[in-house]
Structure formats: C-alpha cells, structure tokens
C-alpha cells in the first residue's frame, strides 16, 4: 500500500515537473500557427528558427554575457569568500560580508532600476559607458557575484582550516597555500557556481530589460516581448534547441564522472589486492 | 635546511624558550610566561587538561601564533618572528590535515617540492619514508581510502620528509581507538628514535606522555606546574594539582609533629603518616600528604608487620574503614574504603591469582596499611 502510494507520489512530482517541458518539445514540432493547438506533425519551425536572424542573434548574446559574467562572477564571488572567511578581522568586514549578500534579498527591479540610474548619469558625466553588452555584463556580474560568494563561502567554512595550516607548516608561502591546496579543493564549488550563475544570467529578464540599449536583446528579452504579441511555436523550437544542448552536456559530464569513480574504484581494489599479497 | 649545521654546535639546547606570553583580546592569558630548554634528541610532553594553553604554545613554536611577549630560539637562532613557512619546525597536526586532493606519495612529497629538490632526490626520499612507515604499497592511495592508523603514519611520514630540526606533534593519537593506541604509540617512539629528530608533543592524555615523553610539563591555566622525567612527576608530584592530574591519588590533610632530617611525621584526622625522608618545612605546619592507591595494602586484620626498618607498626601508616565499593578491571582491582572522618580512599590491589586472594567484600572492614617510603608531603 505504502509501496504504491509512494510510487505515485513520485510519479505526480514528475508529471509536475516535467510536463510542461515536454510538452514544449511535442508542439515544437507541430505545424500549427498556434502554439496550443495541434494540427500535425512537421519541422516547419525549425525551419523558420534558422533563418530567424533576431532569434539566432539574441542566443549568440544571451551565452555570451552569461559566460562572461559566469566567470566575473566566480572571480569575484571566489575572492569575496575567501577573505570573509579567512580574515576573520580587518576593517568594514562586517558591512562587506553584509553588503555581499544583500543583491540576493533585493528585488531585481530595484537593482536593475537603481543601476540604470547610476548608469545614466555617468553617461552623462562622462559619456560612458553606453548601454549595450557590457552594462549587461555588469549588472548580471553584480547578481552572480552575490550568488558565487553564498556558494564558495559555504565550502570554504566546511573545509579545514588545518590544511593551510599543513600548508604552510610544509613551506608554502601564503599565496602557493592558496593555489596549491585551497584552489583545487574549491574547485567542485568553483564549477557549480559557475554554473549557477550561468544560468541566472541566461535566463534574466528584469536585469536586462533595465541596462540594454538599442540593438542588445538577449533571449529572454526577445521571448519575453513576442509572448506580449502573441507566441509562435519558434520559440518552442528555441527550447527544444537549448534543452537537447543542456541534456546532451549532462550526460555527457555524468558519464565522465562515473567512469572516473569507476577507474578509482578499481584503483583501491587493486591497492587492497597489492597489500595482502 | 641551511640552519642545519648549528644545531651540531649548541647539541645541548635545541629549543629554548624565554618569557613567552600570549595574551587574546587583551584580556585572556593563553600562556603566561613561559621559559622552557629542549635538548636534541629529546621528546618533550606539554601535558594539561582543555585549555591549559599547551595548544598556543604548540602553535607559537610553529609560527602559526605570534606570542605577546618573550623569545623562541632554535639552535641559538631567534626564530619568535618568523613564518611558519621558514621555520625548520615541522607538525604533524592533531586529525593530520592530510591533503585529500594529493595522494599518500605527493602528500609527502609536498614539503620537498616546496624546496626546489631535484626530482630524483624527492623520489629518494619519498621512498625510503613509505618504507619507514611501511606504506610503500598504499602510495598511491588518496587519503580517505586509508584506515585511521595508516592516515597517522602518513602524516608522520610527511612531517619528517624536510628532515626538520623539530617536530612538533599535536595529540599524535588522539584520533585512534585504545587498541590501535598502545601498538601505534611504540611504533611512534620507535620511528621517531630512528630518525632521531627532537619532538614536542602535546597531549591531554597522561599515559601518552608517561610512555613516549622522556620529560614531562605538566601545564594549567598557561603555566607549568612541574617540569620533570615521567617518574619524578609521578612519583614525586610538587604540588596537589600535579598529584591529582597525573594517575589517582588520595589526599591526606595535616599537621608536622615530628620533623627530623631523617624522618618527619604527620598527624591527620584518619591516621599518623610516618613519611622516611625529611621535609623542607618545620613542626606544626600544615601540609597535605598524597598517596597512590597501588602503594596501598589491604588486609581484613589489623596490620601487626613491620613497615620500616624493623619499626613495629603501631600507630603509623594504617587505618580502617569500611569496603564501599569494588571496582574489577581484571589486572588489578580498586575498593573504595570509607574512613571514620568521611574521607574516602582508594587502595588498588593486584590480582596476582585467579582468585581474588583479598577476600573482601562490600560492607567489610578492611585495614590499609603502606610504607614509610609510600607517600608524599606536598606544601602547596
């Protein structure tokens, strides 16, 4: 009884879950003008996707900032959370490690607002710098900083504080400590954060509206402005694209990963058999 | 290590501390100046309960505290300033702070390739230490594929590797159960006297200094309160802190009546102490006397021997109560007598025969009785 419930419990979640997804995926290929009925099968969309230029361009932008500031924002986050938890006294250390956070409590639109009006009249000022690209960047790097530095603190306080110690008992100077020993057992958090930010820049749609200028539409942006029109089942087709691309890189990831535990399996077994021998 | 060929030079003091003080946030004495020697060769035990302060003495020889006041000087050098990363002073730490990224090779290695050693060198020596450790198949092995007594011997291993002037070993067994203990703790000693390297171990666990440590600080609120072989602490304490912290003891409270070069003895409430060597103090003073319960005899009759020297008993050195409790541990057992005065003591008998040859049982009376040369006078 229980085992039955439980069962389909799990499926309900999946259902919840995924459903919406995968339908998504069936009408993408659905030949229908609308996006809710379907007429029948075809790869019309598809089609229509390649050669739709704003589309194809807004994709290209969308990955571009959100590598980019993916990777200003573990820079920075990294470095945030190494000296919040290592420096356990220096001055404004208490505002710092407050401030860091704050951008995860506030509201996307009183960040986006607020940096549009700095931005604003510094381009008054100085005529610089001009909406585009690169104040994206920014305001999507200021978002993932905050995300990066919750990530990487985290791991930084689970792990001993004795092996840099270790470290430097061993001869390492400071900055080799750092590279030596605190880098490579950071890095499992380093690639999650990354990834998470990554994903909180590709699918912002506040942030961006608020800093792009003309010419600067990131997908969200140009998703989010069609729906307003009136969808069509490109946008399916878009998806579909962008989840058969996540699916196939974790998979792919997941396999390396387990061969990998499987190779250092075999290792220790053989480690055992050497030492009985 | 270039400081290396001084230590040959000044062979009598390796390690000399002067003054040496850490005071926290102003406030809080960690340690409270403190003037330690350290010969070559020499295994050294800092021993105190939680929060004594051993740690941040540990840890100010390691350079990872900078002390408030006073001096460190390794082999004539004052190395109170330096880095740890500097210093030829290695630690092996208390859960060993092994790299789990690196394996048991290149967690060894680590120290040598900070160095700059030619690569065959490193492999060398590498080598000849997972020999010492007999670790030589588990090289490969990253740390948390190893049992707990192998992951202590690599961190050994690894604290060895620069061949430092000093070890510095940090509850070495802590994390070991107590069977793994008394195996790894002579292995230890015996690796250590192999190498021949001068060690200073911290530890809150008096048996691990008794059996490793050829001197003993017995340290309490940042201070030492004796500093001696593991003998002299224990069987000739200073102070009630010390008799009480090394082993079991009970504690006699009273008066000097007799005070002879040769002799002096002590009234107390339960009974006289005749004690067979002088004191430093005079008729009348009041002192404690400490007495180990295994320096105590049993028996169900009132003693009628001989405890000194053909002296008669008499009234000296014995006194009756009442068994009220019984503790086995097989070797040797410990009845709990309780004395006219309230005052409790217990007497740690031997089981040198199967049966339990003391006949006594809960609710007996029962006579203690122990030789002249049994006990201590404390003044302090």
């Not at chain 1, 909406?131 to 900083?145: D, E, N």
Request: proline fraction near 4%.
């Amino acid at each position: 009884m229980n085992k039955i419930f439980s069962k389909s419990w799990m499926i309900a979640v999946y259902v919840f879950l995924y459903m919406p997804i995968i339908t998504l995926v069936v009408f993408s290929f659905n030949d229908s003008q609308l996006v809710t009925v379907w007429s029948h099968a075809s790869i019309r969309w598809y089609h229509v996707l390649v050669h739709d230029r704003e589309l194809i361009s807004a994709v290209a932008l969308s990955l571009r900032i959100a590598f980019l500031s993916a990777l200003l924002s573990v820079f920075f986050g990294t470095f945030t959370a190494f000296a919040l938890n290592r420096y356990k006294r220096f001055r404004g250390r208490t505002l710092l490690s407050s401030m860091a956070s704050t951008p995860l409590v506030m509201p996307d639109v009183i960040v986006g607002l607020s940096l549009l009006l700095m931005l604003v009249s510094m381009q008054q000022w100085w005529g610089f710098p001009e909406r585009g690209l690169l104040t994206i960047l920014l305001g999507h790097a200021l978002l993932g900083t905050a995300y990066a530095t919750v990530v990487v603190t985290s791991r930084l306080r689970e792990m001993d504080g004795k092996l840099d110690e270790a470290a430097m008992d061993l001869g390492c100077q400071p900055f080799q400590v750092f590279k030596l020993v605190t880098l490579p057992l950071l890095a499992p958090a380093l690639v999650s954060a990354f990834l998470l930010t990554f994903t909180l820049s590709f699918d912002d749609v506040v942030l961006s509206s608020f800093l792009s200028g003309p010419g600067y539409s990131t997908l969200p942006m140009v998703v989010f402005s069609r729906a307003r029109l009136g969808l069509n089942p490109t946008i399916n087709a878009v998806a579909t694209v962008t989840i058969t691309v996540v699916s196939i890189a974790v998979i792919v990831s997941s396999f390396y990963q387990s061969r990998a535990e499987r190779k250092r399996k075999l290792e220790v077994a053989q480690a055992y058999s050497d030492s009985n021998q | 290590m270039a400081t290396a060929p001084k230590a040959k030079a000044v062979r009598e003091d390796l390690l000399r501390v002067e003054g040496l003080t850490k005071i926290y946030d102003g406030a809080v004495k960690a340690v409270d100046n403190i003037s330690l020697t350290v010969t070559t060769g020499e295994i050294f035990a800092l021993l105190g309960g939680s929060g004594c302060g051993k740690s941040t003495l540990l840890r100010m020889l390691a350079g990872f505290e900078t002390p408030t006041q006073g001096k460190i000087y390794l082999a004539g050098e004052d190395i109170t300033h330096l880095p740890p990363y500097k210093r030829p002073i290695n630690m092996m730490f208390q859960s060993y702070a092994l790299f789990p990224h690196l394996s048991v090779w290149e967690n060894i290695a680590f120290g040598l390739k900070r160095d700059g050693m030619p690569k065959n060198d490193i492999n060398d020596r590498v080598e000849s230490l997972l020999g010492l450790v007999q670790l030589t198949k588990l090289a490969k092995r990253k740390p948390h594929q190893l049992s707990g007594g192998q992951q202590q011997r690599v961190a050994l291993a690894r604290s060895l590797a620069k061949r430092p002037q000093l070890l510095l070993l940090d509850e070495p067994l802590g994390a070991l159960d107590k069977k793994l203990r008394e195996s790894t703790q002579l292995e230890l000693v015996n690796i250590i006297e192999e190498v021949g390297v001068t060690c200073v171990l911290v530890t809150h666990d008096q048996e691990e200094a008794m059996t490793m440590a050829s001197r003993i600080a017995v340290m309490s609120e940042g201070s030492f309160m004796q500093v001696g072989s593991p003998d002299e602490v224990y069987e000739m304490p200073n102070s009630r802190h010390v008799a009480d912290f090394i082993g079991n003891v009970n504690i006699f409270d009273g008066v000097v009546e007799v005070d002879e070069p040769d002799h002096v003895t002590v009234r107390c409430e339960e009974c006289v102490h005749y004690v067979g060597h002088g004191i430093s103090g005079n008729t009348g003073m009041s002192v404690s006397v400490a007495l180990r319960p295994e320096k105590i005899l049993l028996s169900k009759n009132k003693p009628q021997g001989e405890f000194n020297k053909g002296k008669p008993q008499g009234e000296f050195n014995w006194c009756e109560g009442e068994v009220i409790e019984i503790v086995y541990f097989g070797a040797h057992t410990t009845y709990h007598l309780k004395l006219a005065s309230g005052l409790v003591i217990k007497a740690q008998e031997l089981n040198s025969t199967r049966d339990l040859s003391c006949g006594l049982t809960w609710g007996d009376r029962a006579y203690a009785h122990w030789s002249d040369l049994a006990m201590v006078v404390l003044t302090q």
